[in-house]
């Protein structure tokens, strides 16, 4: 499908979506909150006064909902893009595989984690399977991240695509947490192949 296409499908997809609509009256930045909103209402993964770190942040709509949701926490953020400011959340922009940037997420925070949340993908190519894979590459990561610096008690919440890379990821947060959950939230896409993995308490 040719380059324009893609994004004349991708403009009227918007305007026919009531998230999309929804967030604009709500003042977020995407309509991508919602998803971090079901999560949380079902898994009730937020709490006050915590350690949280939001991968993937840009826009910020995630970071909004946890600003909001999480009064006293301490939150760090990070995307390869920058974000407009948001109360309370400080933000890092650069790129989460770098191991640089995974030392500094952590040195932000005097204790261990309480949560980590990623929402992160990478720029869709139109290769549905491709892109599958590499948005995997980046949740593997994101767990390994999650192991080493959450609280036994901690969360990891992220975004996983079905496809070749879906198995290896269940496998490995089984393998390391106690309570592993897939869900599909109401607002995500139903013709996307994302889908969330919810996971607490590190064995
Ligand atoms: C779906 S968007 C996130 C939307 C966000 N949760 C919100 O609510 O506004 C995915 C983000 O992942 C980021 N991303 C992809 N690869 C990354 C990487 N290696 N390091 C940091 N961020 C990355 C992209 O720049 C993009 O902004």
Same mark, same amino acid.
């Given at each position: 499908?040719?380059?324009?296409? !893609?994004?004349?499908?991708?403009?009227?997809? $918007?305007?026919?979506?009531?998230?999309?609509?929804? /967030?604009?009256?709500?003042?977020?930045?995407?309509?991508?909150?919602?998803?971090?909103?079901?999560?949380? &209402?079902?898994?009730?993964? #937020?709490?006050?006064? %915590?350690?949280?770190?939001?991968?993937?942040?840009?826009?910020?709509?995630?970071? $909004?909902?946890?600003? &909001?949701?999480?009064?006293?926490?301490?939150?760090?953020?990070?995307?390869?893009?920058?974000?407009? &400011?948001?109360?309370?959340?400080?933000?890092? !922009?650069? +790129?989460?595989? +770098?191991?640089?940037? $995974? /030392?500094?997420?952590?040195?932000?925070?005097?204790?261990?984690?309480?949560?980590?949340?990623? +929402?992160?993908?990478?720029?869709?190519?139109?290769?549905?399977?491709? +892109?599958?894979? /590499?948005?995997?590459?980046? /949740? %593997?990561?994101?767990?390994?991240?999650? #192991?080493?610096?959450?609280?036994?008690?901690?969360?990891?919440?992220?975004? !996983?695509?079905?496809?070749?890379?879906?198995? &290896?990821?269940? $496998?490995?947060?089984?393998?390391?947490?106690?309570?592993?959950?897939?869900?599909?939230?109401?607002?995500?896409?139903?013709?996307?192949?994302?889908?969330? !993995?919810?996971?607490?308490? %590190?064995?």
């Amino acid at each position: 499908m040719k380059k324009n296409k !893609i994004s004349k499908n991708w403009i009227n997809k $918007q305007r026919r979506d009531i998230y999309v609509r929804k /967030s604009k009256l709500e003042g977020y930045r995407s309509r991508a909150i919602y998803k971090l909103k079901e999560i949380d &209402e079902k898994f009730k993964i #937020v709490k006050n006064g %915590i350690n949280i770190v939001d991968l993937g942040s840009a826009p910020g709509s995630w970071s $909004q909902y946890l600003s &909001e949701k999480s009064k006293n926490s301490k939150i760090l953020s990070i995307d390869l893009k920058e974000v407009k &400011e948001i109360f309370n959340v400080s933000h890092l !922009i650069g +790129d989460f595989l +770098d191991e640089n940037n $995974q /030392s500094k997420l952590t040195n932000f925070f005097k204790d261990k984690l309480d949560l980590v949340v990623s +929402d992160m993908a990478v720029n869709t190519t139109g290769n549905k399977d491709l +892109d599958a894979i /590499s948005t995997g590459e980046l /949740s %593997i990561n994101a767990m390994n991240f999650s #192991v080493k610096n959450l609280k036994k008690s901690g969360s990891f919440v992220s975004k !996983i695509f079905m496809g070749s890379t879906f198995n &290896e990821i269940v $496998q490995n947060c089984k393998i390391n947490f106690k309570e592993v959950k897939i869900f599909k939230p109401p607002s995500s896409r139903k013709d996307s192949k994302e889908s969330f !993995i919810i996971c607490k308490k %590190i064995r």
